[in-house]
């Protein structure tokens, strides 16, 4: 009985991700996610080529053996944002505002199931969009770059990726369940990201790359690989530690697990410029983990309120 | 619940804030039966069907759908029942045909019980080459049309119909009034709403009205009339005005009178036949009858007395 009934749940569960790509793809929201992909890959791609023939003289490309792994640190912020808000912005709010939430959920499988199908579904959208532009960059920078390093290390940057998108893809789901409107979720979201962006902004310019940051969800705080105390005079690599930086993070981890990342922070002077002392310093791969705990929990806890919202929701109009 | 029962709600009710859309409704569907839930636009109609698919929870009351209680989100019950919404709204981008099909892959049929069942719908609801268009391009009929089908797509034991004609042409009504023929046919319970009251009368062989929220009767359609005091009226129609007609009228105990020139209506309590004590009164007083006629005492006036005449707007 306990079998059938798990056999009747998964047939459900397949059929709901079958109805949810349905969806998806005719109503052409992955081919527009995956133009957009391609549009940037390839301007990423040809960026350099184009710009050593248009110099004055024309210079020869120079082989980049870290062209791809640059490529996909370079995956952030807004783009990351876009992504994953284009994703789930409509997934639940589309259907109420379409009404065709109505005959949904009149059908026989549970309100947790078709929201647990409508999450997958996006997930395998991130994955499979990340994983295109990734194989895209790889494949394309290995023909015009040369042999690339860390090649290892791409499908790590794809989860990074993929996790650091889900957490904006979250926050427009989120919004759009409550709000039961598809423009709400995506400027809500919009509003959200440009919030964090000045907040962090104000806190960085105050505070230095403070441990709140270490806690926000998208740049975070900013870490280098340089001593604080030299950070004026240069040196070093800076990277993003916030959920926007993740699959940076996850492959550095890989690659230099031991090295040391130092947050700085500012002391302001009368005159002169400001002096830089540090606040703290972790390994890549303490701070690679908590970026992506810090990620997790904030795809599950917003997953989780907006699971709770749309089980509570009634279908008043119709 | 005895197993002969579609539907059964004990003290139904849901609130809106403060306004209380369904107040306490006692509603019994006997399986097999073609149920026709009537009442004027804003009645409580679809609010009453929408707790019945799980699309509302009650305020308080409780109700069973085929012996199995309603509470919280059931998909078990939603299995046996097939639903069509008022004006319902498919996913545009689907065909027809698609549209059936992944409804069917949520009832769990396999590949060959959906193609079966698909290609008889959707010829049962004479979209026949019409089913691989896409939903975007049908007209409100036909959206209608598939919006029946997919309510059958799992040959439900219960199916809830909320206004299934609306928004048609009177051609488009006596198809769909057909189709419903049809499903009753096939030994299903029907439960069908509708604010129509010709639309009833042809479909169904019990009803309950509801008005303001507040079941007003529950019955079946011979017996509302007989059970719902609507008042029959007598018109007589004289040559000319007459002196002494109007007072041999009023002396009648079963009967107020109203004139109006030469017409004279009497507006009677009683069910006995009075036409020719009412005949003898009028001709003894010197009137000539050009016209007698009755009227009312059928379904339309149970219905006005059920709801008031603002319900038939």
Same mark, same amino acid.
């Given at each position: 009985?306990?079998?059938?009934? !798990? ?9 709901? #991700? ?49 062209? *791809? ?34 005959? #949904? ?45 860390? #090649? ?6 794809? =989860? ?10 979250? *926050?427009? =789901? ?8 598809? *423009? ?78 130092? /947050?700085?922070? /500012? ?16 390994? /890549? ?26 089980? !509570? ?6 | ?23 306490? &409704? ?15 636009? +804003? ?64 009832? +769990? ?21 019409? +089913?691989? @268009? ?20 799992? @040959? ?30 096939? +030994? ?49 129609? &004289? ?64 219905? &006005?007395? &059920? ?7």
């Amino acid at each position: 009985m306990a079998q059938k009934k !798990r056999a009747g749940t998964l047939a459900a569960f397949i059929a709901l #991700l079958y109805y949810e790509f349905l969806w998806n793809i005719r109503k052409k929201k992955i081919i527009t996610i995956f133009i957009i992909i391609f549009a940037i890959a390839t301007v990423q791609l040809a960026f350099t080529p184009i710009a050593d023939a248009i110099a004055n003289p024309p210079q020869a490309l120079q082989a980049n053996s870290t062209f *791809v792994f640059a490529g996909i640190e370079a995956l952030t912020g807004i783009f990351l944002f876009l992504v994953g808000v284009a994703t789930t912005m409509n997934t639940v709010s589309g259907e109420f505002e379409s009404g065709t939430i109505v005959p #949904l959920l009149t059908k026989p499988v549970s309100k947790t199931l078709v929201f647990a199908a409508k999450i997958v579904a996006s997930v395998i959208t991130l994955l499979a969009a990340y994983s295109f532009l990734v194989g895209y960059i790889a494949i394309g920078g290995t023909l015009i770059y040369g042999p690339q390093d860390n #090649l290892n290390l791409v499908p790590l940057g794809i =989860l990074g990726l993929t996790i650091g998108s889900m957490v904006w893809a979250s *926050v427009a =789901l989120t919004l759009g369940t409550l709000s039961k409107n598809s *423009v709400l979720a995506a400027l809500g979201s919009f509003g959200f990201y440009i919030g964090l962006l000045i907040g962090g902004t104000l806190i960085a310019a105050q505070l230095g790359a403070s441990t709140v940051l270490f806690y926000a969800p998208g740049m975070g705080a900013t870490g280098t690989t340089a001593a604080c105390a030299g950070l004026e005079r240069g040196g070093g690599q800076t990277f993003s530690t916030g959920t926007d930086g993740l699959a940076s993070m996850l492959m550095r981890w890989v690659l230099n697990p031991g090295q040391v990342l130092n /947050f700085c922070g /500012f002391q302001f002077r009368a005159s002169g410029n400001p002096t830089t002392t540090l606040l703290a310093s972790d390994t /890549f791969a303490n701070v690679a983990f908590r970026d992506l705990w810090v990620s997790l929990v904030y795809v599950a806890g917003l997953l989780l309120l907006s699971w709770f919202a749309f089980r !509570r929701s009634q279908i008043v109009e119709s | 619940m005895p197993e002969d029962r579609a539907i059964e709600t004990h003290d139904l009710s849901k609130k809106y804030g403060d306004r209380l859309a369904v107040d306490r &409704l006692n509603l019994t569907v006997a399986s097999k039966q073609v149920h026709g839930f009537l009442g004027p636009n +804003g009645a409580g109609k679809s609010t009453t069907i929408k707790m019945m698919v799980g699309l509302l929870r009650p305020t308080t009351g409780s109700l069973s759908i085929l012996g199995q209680g309603v509470s919280g989100d059931n998909p078990r019950v939603r299995r046996k029942i097939g639903y069509m919404p008022e004006l319902p709204r498919f996913p545009k981008h689907l065909s027809g045909e698609e549209l059936l099909d992944v409804y069917g892959r949520m009832y +769990g049929m396999s590949k060959t019980e959906r193609q079966g069942r698909i290609t008889e719908l959707i010829k049962m609801v004479g979209l026949e080459g019409r +089913g691989k @268009d896409r939903i975007g391009k049908y007209s409100k009929g036909m959206q209608q049309r598939i919006g029946i089908a997919q309510a059958l797509i799992s @040959d439900p034991e219960l199916v809830i119909l909320d206004e299934p004609s609306i928004g048609l042409d009177p051609v488009g009504m006596v198809e769909v009034r057909n189709m419903v023929k049809d499903i009753v046919k096939s +030994g299903t319970t029907v439960f069908f709403s509708s604010h129509l009251l010709a639309e009833v009368q042809q479909v169904c062989d019990h009803v309950t009205v509801i008005h303001l929220g507040v079941m007003r009767y529950s019955g079946t359609l011979e017996d509302i009339s007989s059970k719902v005091m609507a008042r029959r009226r007598i018109v007589i129609e &004289l040559e000319k005005p007459v002196d002494g007609v109007l007072a041999a009228l009023k002396t009648m105990k079963f009967a107020t009178v109203e004139a109006n020139m030469n017409t004279y209506t009497l507006h009677l309590d009683t069910r006995e036949d009075v036409r020719a004590e009412v005949s003898r009164a009028v001709t003894s007083a010197g009137g000539v009858i050009v016209k007698m006629q009755e009227e009312g005492g059928g379904l339309e006036d149970a219905f &006005l007395s &059920l709801v008031g005449k603002e319900g038939m707007a």
